[in-house]
Nanobody, 117 residues
Framework: QVQLVESGGGLVQAGGSLRLSCAAS????????MGWYRQAPGNQRELVAA???????NYADSMKGRFTISRDNAKNTVYLQMNSLKPEDTAVYYC???????????WGQGTQVTVSS
């Protein structure tokens, strides 16, 4: 069983920054990739950013240039640095991890990010 624990969410004013953390309960090299998704009320869950075990990153277009995903292998943790936050970034942010063997996608419990105008 894999546990992903997110932290770092909160309330911030527009233009501000937050850094989310996702700590995994096992070595993150067990995963092909890890990432962040978000879901706002009434919306589908959408990809924010992802990072592979080789360090390749992928971002949703609306996050490019504002968000940065990174990983600390020694701490089994993935981060999401969010800058220039907008009210439309308000959502619950979920960490996910794609286990290599057996193939399975794990999710964290989510952390709320609220951006006030």
């Amino acid at each position: 069983q894999v546990q992903l624990v997110e932290s770092g969410g909160g309330l911030v004013q527009a233009g501000g920054s937050l850094r989310l953390s996702c700590a995994a309960s096992r070595n993150i090299f067990s995963f092909n990739a890890m990432g962040w998704y978000r879901q706002a009320p009434g919306n589908q869950r959408e990809l924010v950013a992802a990072i592979t075990d080789g360090g390749t990153t992928n971002y949703a277009d609306s996050m490019k240039g504002r968000f940065t995903i990174s990983r600390d292998n020694a701490k089994n943790t993935v981060y999401l640095q969010m800058n220039s936050l907008k009210p439309e970034d308000t959502a619950v942010y979920y960490c996910n991890a794609d286990l290599r063997r057996p193939p399975y996608r794990y999710w964290g419990q989510g952390t709320q990010v609220t951006v006030s105008s």
